[in-house]
């Protein structure tokens, strides 16, 4: 059976699977079996996945940064924080609109899974005298949160890219930073300028006072895990392990406690782990059964342009995978062969680009779904308003692309 058809099979699917009702997980896993059914039907490769999918650090990384950041973020919403801080923000800035897209976009600064979780009950407080639906809010969470894939140095796929493919990091970073003032701008047409200002909020100088503790623990908790990760070279998990601990000892000390069991027993979600899982599972299917190699090869075969050829490629892997590191390890490797010089550059950036849309408009992508598991919205409706954002940021990126380079 011809690739491309096994992969709209595959999507139609997980769509109608998802049309009525059926866990994340469960989708991506059926999905992951029709691809083992059409491509090998090995029983032994189901079992290779399974142990391969829970032997990977990566698997862990994931569920642990997601639990301790939704721990952090308990301490931080029973302690009063999140509100006061959020209140404190709408008092410093002209409206609240600016700092819905402000700050999911500064917590995407962080490199974590988990981050997407933390932000999410940020956006929720910020919205609360909004007329936003479900999907809106994750959207918004989730699109700002992702615009600094292009000029974030400490993002893994940046890094392994410039590794990988042999381009040279600043030149990388140079050459893609723009796309992030896109992403920016875009989002705020998009997803921001339909919303409507409410009131502005009361001042008093004795919640000024409160919201500016409030405001200095909720920050300097999310640096201080930002500082762990880059000073210390740990996981995300083990960092925001750290600032949890802290945490416990700070509240007490400016008498707003938070209990450990409330805590830790409060962050337990089987839902979402099991999701994570089966999409977890889904993307090593694809390894075992070497459909990701027959995509990189069916493409080659056609008669179209290099960029094109890449750009294609880095889409449909991004799709697939839902991880950057996932289609940098697929695509540079390709572009590595193609030589060095400018036209090496040029189609680096192409493969991070339109491996990034790939990734913003799939349900492997872990952030999507933590985002649309915590608002309650609608995937799909999710992901129609992600999919305008993204034909524009491709197309703008297409087109000053062609225009520049030579």
């Not at 002209?94 to 490199?111: D, N, Y």
């Not at 047409?189 to 200095?216: G, Y």
């Not at 459909?291 to 880095?314: M, T």
Request: hydrophobic letters at 55%; proline letters at 4%.
């Amino acid at each position: 059976m011809n690739i491309f058809l096994d992969l709209m099979l595959v999507i139609t699917i997980i769509i109608v699977m998802l049309r009525f009702k059926f866990p994340i997980g469960a989708c991506m896993i059926v999905g992951g079996l029709f691809i083992w059914l059409t491509r090998s039907a090995e029983v032994a490769k189901l079992g290779i996945a399974f142990v391969e999918t829970f032997l990977l650090t990566r698997t862990y990384d994931i569920i642990f940064a997601l639990y301790f950041v939704m721990c952090l973020e308990i301490e931080l919403r029973v302690s009063g924080i999140l509100t006061d801080m959020v209140h404190s923000l709408r008092r410093t800035f002209s409206g609240v609109k600016t700092l819905l897209a402000i700050m999911p976009a500064f917590l995407g600064l962080l490199p974590s899974v988990g981050g997407a979780r933390f932000s999410a009950p940020i956006v929720e407080e910020l919205s609360a005298d909004l007329n936003l639906t479900a999907e809106d809010k994750s959207a918004i969470n989730f699109w700002f949160r992702h615009i600094f894939e292009f000029s974030n140095p400490i993002i893994p796929g940046m890094i392994m890219a410039c590794s990988i493919a042999g381009v040279d990091f600043g030149e990388f970073l140079k050459s893609l930073s723009w796309v992030t003032i896109v992403a920016f701008s875009v989002g705020l047409f998009v997803l921001i300028r339909p919303i409507k200002n409410p009131p502005e909020p009361e001042d008093s100088a004795d919640k000024n006072s409160h919201e500016k503790q409030s405001l200095f623990l909720a920050f300097g908790s999310m640096a201080t895990i930002f500082l762990i990760i880059v000073l210390f070279n740990l996981n995300a998990s083990t960092a925001t392990f750290i600032v949890i601990a802290a945490m416990f000892v700070i509240l007490r000390l400016v008498k707003r406690p938070v209990g450990f069991k409330e805590t830790f027993v409060g962050a337990i979600d089987l839902k979402m782990t099991l999701n994570i899982c089966g999409i977890l599972y889904f993307i090593q299917l694809l390894e075992v059964t070497d459909i990701l190699s027959e995509i990189v090869s069916a493409f080659h075969a056609l008669p179209l342009p290099i960029p094109v050829v890449i750009a294609c490629i880095s889409f449909i892997v991004g799709v697939l995978t839902g991880l950057s590191q996932g289609h940098v390890a697929i695509i540079m490797p390709i572009v590595a062969a193609m030589g060095a010089g400018a036209g090496h550059l040029d189609l680096a950036c192409v493969a991070m680009v339109f491996g990034a849309a790939g990734q913003m408009l799939t349900p492997t992508h872990v952030c999507l779904i933590i985002s649309v598991d915590y608002f309650k919205a609608n995937l799909l409706k999710t992901i129609e308003k992600l999919l305008i954002c993204e034909i524009l940021v491709t197309t703008i990126f297409s087109v000053i692309a062609y225009l520049t380079w030579k």
